[in-house]
């Protein structure tokens, strides 16, 4: 403009460079905006893409507006690219809100099947201490009676009664650690997710090598709850069926994603609609995340859950 002003006047040309600089600018300027900005993408049904998109089209629509003001100012040209840039934006509105339908979709048919699941376990422990140990602890109180019963008449009979006793309460206490594997660890909840698998780690009979990387070192309670219970679960499918010989677990969170993965050098083949593992699905589904498992034939075997997080 300085040189226009200097050079006389007359037909306004820096009109021109300042209309392209003002649609170079613009751009980016939206796209930075959006990336930075939740209003934008949310107004958008939450698609960061369709709301760039939209702006983009909006701003070249305006170039093109102000050319056509400048220089004709007749036939109204800009309504053929602008109603094309509509219909594109249109088509991927339709795409976005296809996609947020089967997303909802997904998430409750994941969330139905994560409370069915629950539900089912719930029955397992309540069957399981009915039948198992509440039975057994019964039968211990009784031997426990007849032996105080015996006590001064029968000195042999007490000492097979006590035995057997013994045996009883050694059996209840394995039926009720059985039981508890299924159940949140009081550990988890107390100090969160690295000494709970550390605690799990410990009791396995196969070499384990642990590592974790948290950051913050907690998150939400299901989610450790979802990613405890997939490392515990794989670690028994390797124990019982993998013949393995050593296994591998990795727990990494970061920019709001909780990953945990355990991979053994068992024997492979590991059915991944097995009843343990679609629980271990549903619960990752029902918090938006994923379940994978790699299990070739001759192994080795991976599973692996990413689950979505506050970080």
């Known amino acids: 403009m300085i040189i226009w002003a200097l050079t006389g006047g007359g037909y306004f040309w820096p009109f021109w ?5 003002a649609l170079v600018v613009g ?87 994560a409370v069915d699941v629950q539900e089912s376990e719930l029955r397992r422990i309540e069957r399981d201490l009915h039948d198992g140990a509440q039975a057994r602890l019964v039968a211990l109180g009784m031997s426990l009676g007849r032996a105080e019963q015996a006590l001064d008449k029968d000195p042999e009979a007490v000492r097979e009664l006590l035995a057997e006793a013994r045996r009883g309460a050694s059996e209840a206490l394995a039926e009720l650690r059985d039981l508890a594997r299924g159940i949140r660890p009081p550990i988890l909840t107390d100090r969160g997710l690295e000494p709970a698998i550390s605690a799990l780690t410990a009791r396995t009979p196969l070499p384990v090598s642990l590592s974790v990387e948290l950051i913050p070192e907690r998150y939400d309670a299901a989610v450790e709850t979802a990613a405890y219970f997939t490392v515990a679960e794989a670690l028994a499918n390797a124990i019982k069926h993998a013949n393995a ?27 991944a609609s097995g009843p343990g593992l679609t629980g271990l699905r549903q619960r990752a589904e029902a918090l938006d995340g994923r379940l994978t498992v790699v299990s070739p034939a001759g192994g080795p075997t991976t599973v692996r859950t990413e689950l979505p997080c506050e970080s």
């Open 27 to 113: 751009i980016p300027g939206w796209v930075v905006l959006v990336l930075e900005h939740p209003v934008p993408a949310r107004l958008a049904g939450g698609s960061k893409a369709l709301a760039i998109q939209v702006g983009v089209s909006v701003l070249i629509f305006g170039f093109l507006v102000a050319i056509w003001a400048v220089t004709t100012n007749g036939y109204f040209w800009p309504i053929w690219p602008g109603l094309g840039l509509a219909l594109l934006a249109v088509v991927h509105a339709a795409v976005v809100y296809a996609r947020h339908q089967h997303r909802i979709e997904a998430l409750e048919t994941s969330r139905a099947g």
């Open 245 to 271: 010989e050593r296994l591998d677990i990795r727990i990494k969170g970061g920019n709001g994603v909780l990953v945990a993965e355990v991979v053994d050098d068992g024997d492979g083949g590991a059915d």
């Open 17 to 21: 460079p300042l209309l392209s600089l």
